[in-house]
């Protein structure tokens, strides 16, 4: 789908423009277009790219044909940019998925284009229909906005995780099963590709807020220069939390421990108590005394009875004396 919003110089805005308009649109150098390429086959939009906007044929295969990281490439007139949005499926405690959104800048018009929908660019297109203040300002503005929307929903993404943790944190204490184990490595590869996203997005800021541009106004740049610090703290988050799962996993493993512990102990114990009744066993068991001398003695009514009471007695004498020493 091409969809397109037009705001002219003079007149109210427009969402019914169609292809062949967008020349006569990029000639109001005081109006601003938006064209947003949603699911459209690569030829279509290169065809419209590079007849209609005149983009460099390299920048056109990067956004159609390729997968980069965010990054921003001047091209004079325009600017390219490849941002990132980030994707997280709560239930599974776990980045699903994370779209590319590429992006055509220039003095007076916004081209974007995203191989899936994104709902932060959705949520952008339907505020700027309802609040003029988006795009009244230019095109730097617009993309401000832009950024600025996909930045607050790493923000959002930044509490899920903090509740997941908080969850793995709580079940490493009530049971710490292989499944806490699995959500920490989950977690801890997602705030990792986070991060990963998160580093080359505040570079691109970092340019946007510093560097000269022909289609950024001075004014604008303080803007990108805010989202910049968002980016900072994020990252901050990010590592912060890294840095609590880390502690997680070293918690896991010595509850994991303790637990190991306890139970050899419980074992130990089991087999000290019942090492007297071995040896007891182990003795009478032997058929060479009657063999050798007859003892019928040992064999009686009244030793067969203190045999029993001892078999039973010494367990209890053994367990009491191991509670007494502290043991269990």
């Known amino acids: ?50 007849e209609t906007f005149g983009f460099h044929p390299l920048a056109i295969d990067d956004a159609l044909e390729e997968t980069h990281l965010p990054k921003l490439d001047d091209w004079g007139d325009y600017l390219y940019l490849v941002l990132r949005v980030i994707e997280f499926d709560e239930q599974a405690e ?4 994370v779209p590319e959104l590429d ?39 617009l993309l401000y906005r832009l950024i600025d929307d996909l930045v607050t929903s790493y923000l959002l993404l930044i509490e899920v995780f ?10 490493l204490f009530d049971n710490p099963a292989p499944a806490a184990l699995e959500a920490i490595f989950d ?65 896991y493993l010595s509850v994991v421990n303790n637990r190991m512990n306890d139970v050899m102990k419980t074992l130990t114990i089991f087999t000290a108590l019942f090492m007297p009744l071995s040896f007891i066993v182990g003795f009478f068991g032997m058929n060479f005394f009657q063999a050798a001398t007859p003892l019928p003695t ?3 009514t009244p030793v067969f009875g203190l045999i029993l009471a001892v078999t039973a007695l010494l367990p209890v004498m053994m367990y009491l004396w191991v509670r007494r020493r502290g043991w269990v």
Not at 94 to 97: G, P, Y
Not at 162 to 171: F, H, K, L, P, S
């Open 187 to 251: 977690l801890k590869r997602s705030l990792l590709y986070v991060r990963r996203i998160i580093g080359p997005q505040r570079e691109v800021l970092n340019k946007l807020a510093r560097d000269r541009y022909a289609v950024i106004k001075t004014k604008d740049q303080i803007f990108f220069r805010d989202v910049y610090d968002h980016l900072v703290r994020l990252q901050e988050i990010v590592d912060s939390m890294r840095e609590l799962l880390g502690s997680a996993l070293n918690t």
């Open 298 to 300: 040992w064999t009686s």
């Open 1 to 50: 789908m091409i969809h397109a919003l037009y705001r002219p110089r003079t007149g109210p805005l427009r969402t019914d423009l169609r292809p062949a308009e967008f020349r006569a649109a990029l000639r109001d150098s005081r109006g601003l277009l938006w064209v947003d390429f949603v699911e459209e086959p690569p030829e279509v939009c290169k065809q419209i790219m590079e």
């Open 94 to 97: 776990k980045q699903t998925n």
């Open 103 to 141: 992006l055509f800048v220039g003095k007076n018009y916004v081209v974007t284009y995203r191989e899936e929908p994104i709902a932060v660019i959705d949520r952008v297109w339907a505020t700027c229909q309802q609040n003029l203040s988006y795009v009244n300002s230019g095109a730097g503005h």
């Open 162 to 171: 903090e509740e997941a943790i908080d969850r793995v944190e709580d079940q």
